[in-house]
């Protein structure tokens, strides 16, 4: 008997090849649509769009083409709950957030998996630029994309064993040129799409207005304040600054400044030098094993500290069982509260936390 998959179809071309791979592996696809965001709630019906009505109807058309079962299922509460209030929570709270990977642990394998095996799927896929293996010490784990440039491993750092064990990711074996042929030779119609924004839900980067919008707010106003206790200057919210922020401050100071720190309490925002953000140890919680189910503290790991930065080697040591010290070989720049530190054995992810300040940490 077949295999049964559900490809979570976004109406892009990455996906949407996801789906003719698995059916010519000899898989049972059916496609379906997460309806995470009303379009006209928030507007976002643009080319290269993942949640509005036209991503729905590119992914039927395709669904089409390739002769699947097709389905919108409906995740609104799940996403409101899960990534937006998060990520709107975060920033009132000082952190800098990566809502994707909100939405992959809570809701893409979340619900979405947990709805995939209610009607009788043996695994989900995704058009993600990654790979799912299983190490010979039988832990799975999610492997870098052959491609570099597209790889997408470090927003899929939270998954379980038991979400991975039921994974296919196809896609990652393939270059994006390579995936767009395919597309191109199978006449799909979203063969030229762009590739979807990443934070889907907020228009044209303004993540202060959309929190506003959500919440009413910008978070607690308060002074500019350099390193050494200077007050330079006045703001109207915390949350519309982030660590090594530059631009956008309305401070002159005769030298580049940037944000090093965001004091939500007293609403102080302190501005710095760039010399300011390197550091070479940071702090983490919320950490999640993948394909080790501890970190050896005598083992050098290379580690992420944001999607598009370079490795940095890094050793671990455990200060409790929910909070570690990462030292780096390097220092590394603007590590910022809220984001993922990922860390990687060769090409594979060992596992992950959420970066939180030293002050919260001790």
């Not at 030229?192 to 919440?215: L, N, P, T």
């Not at 401070?251 to 940037?258: E, F, M, N, S, T």
Request: charged share 25%; net charge negative; glycine share 10%.
């Amino acid at each position: 008997m077949k295999k049964k998959v559900v490809v979570g179809m976004s109406g892009g071309v990455d996906s949407s090849v996801c789906a003719w791979l698995l059916k010519e592996q000899g898989y049972e696809v059916i496609g379906a649509t997460m309806q995470i965001w009303q379009a006209d709630e928030c507007k976002i019906e643009k080319e290269g769009s993942c949640c509005g009505i036209s991503a729905v109807e590119d992914a039927r058309r395709v669904a089409e083409c390739l002769d699947i079962p097709y389905y919108v299922m409906n995740f609104r509460d799940t996403f409101q709950t899960e990534v937006i209030d998060r990520f709107t929570g975060s920033y009132l709270n000082g952190l800098t957030p990566n809502p994707c990977i909100a939405c992959n642990r809570y809701v893409k394998w979340g619900a979405f998996l947990e709805r995939c095996r209610e009607i009788g799927a043996d695994f989900m896929a995704t058009g993600h630029y990654a790979r799912v293996m299983q190490l010979p010490n039988g832990r799975f784990s999610v492997q870098k994309s052959i491609t570099a440039e597209k790889d997408q491993t470090y927003v899929l750092y939270s998954l379980t064993q038991d979400e991975l064990a039921h994974t296919l990711m196809p896609v990652g074996a393939y270059t994006k040129p390579e995936i767009r042929k395919m597309a191109e030779d199978l006449k799909l119609p979203v063969a030229h799409k762009k590739d979807s924004q990443d934070i889907c839900f907020v228009e044209d980067g303004d993540y202060a207005g959309f929190i506003q919008r959500e919440k009413g707010t910008l978070g607690m106003p308060g002074p500019f304040k350099t390193t050494d206790g200077q007050i330079v200057g006045r703001h109207t919210g915390t949350v519309q600054y982030t660590i090594g922020q530059r631009k956008g401050l309305g401070v002159a100071l005769g030298r580049p400044v940037y944000v090093t720190d965001i004091k939500t309490e007293s609403g102080e925002v302190i501005l710095g030098s760039n010399e300011d953000l390197f550091k070479d140890v940071l702090y983490a919680t919320d950490i999640q094993y993948m394909g080790v189910d501890h970190f050896d503290e005598n083992t050098v790991y290379q580690a992420k500290i944001r999607y598009s930065q370079k490795s940095v080697g890094c050793r671990v040591h455990y200060i409790n069982e929910n909070i570690m010290r990462v030292d780096f070989e390097e220092k590394v720049r603007a590590a910022t509260p809220g984001q993922a530190v990922v860390l990687y054995t060769d090409d594979w992810i060992a596992g992950g936390a959420t970066i939180i300040s030293k002050d919260k940490a001790l």
